[in-house]
T-cell receptor
Framework: GAGVSQTPSNKVTEKGKYVELRCDPI?????LYWYRQSLGQGPEFLIYFQGTGAADDSGLPNDRFFAVRPEGSVSTLKIQRTERGDSAVYLCASSLGVADGYTFGSGTRLTVV | GQNIDQPTEMTATEGAIVQINCTYQTSGFNGLFWYQQHAGEAPTFLSY????GLEEKGRFSSFLSRSKGYSYLLLKELQMKDSASYLCAVGSDYKLSFGAGTTVTVRA
């Protein structure tokens, strides 16, 4: 596609529920990133995919968070047993390489109540 | 790890110039990026410096000194639409690490 697409744009869920956030990157971009941004802060790295594999998942806060990219294109970030502290904007970005910078999607605003 | 510092807020008048400083300490480096982020929107790419010196792109310029771990973003001829958060980011290996952002408010 022309840009990075993220769905849903907003998600409100109850504490303890499971959520999935979807990212459709720019066609041909092999690198895909998930970041999380809280109010007044910069984006915080969660996970990086190169192709289908998670090359670096060191930013995932705990084992409730998991992400997949089974065919090397669309990625899904999965959060189990959501907590109120998970509330944030989850940003997806894709890139041809770091020197090319990232193109970000519009993000999913997750609110856990 | 990365340690990236930039001022929290800056205010300037329409038509003026503002300089946003960024200092960083990094375990690896392959470029310094600046992004603009309007409230409620995604960050958008502004500039990239990998070598020391000044890169100019229209009203925006970015400077890098790798030996000092220092960069700045210069915004000239400020317009009201430039009111936004400006994020400094350091590239290392394959990922970017971001500062907390500088909120710039442009007054009429």
């Amino acid at each position: 596609g022309a840009g990075v697409s993220q769905t849903p744009s907003n998600k409100v869920t109850e504490k303890g529920k499971y959520v999935e956030l979807r990212c459709d990157p720019i066609s041909g971009h092999t690198a895909l990133y998930w970041y999380r941004q809280s109010l007044g802060q910069g984006p915080e790295f969660l996970i990086y995919f190169q192709g289908t594999g998670a090359a670096d998942d060191s930013g995932l806060p705990n084992d409730r968070f998991f992400a997949v990219r089974p065919e090397g294109s669309v990625s899904t970030l999965k959060i189990q047993r959501t907590e109120r502290g998970d509330s944030a904007v989850y940003l997806c970005a894709s890139s041809l390489g770091v020197a090319d910078g990232y193109t970000f999607g519009s993000g999913t605003r997750l609110t856990v109540v | 790890g990365q340690n990236i510092d930039q001022p929290t807020e800056m205010t300037a008048t329409e038509g003026a110039i503002v300089q946003i400083n960024c200092t960083y300490q990094t375990s690896g480096f392959n470029g310094l990026f600046w992004y603009q982020q309007h409230a409620g929107e995604a960050p958008t790419f502004l500039s990239y410096n990998v070598l020391d010196g000044l890169e100019e792109k229209g009203r925006f310029s970015s400077f890098l000194s790798r030996s000092k771990g220092y960069s700045y973003l210069l915004l000239k001829e400020l317009q009201m639409k430039d009111s936004a958060s400006y994020l400094c980011a350091v590239g290392s290996d394959y990922k970017l690490s971001f500062g907390a952002g500088t909120t710039v408010t442009v007054r009429a």
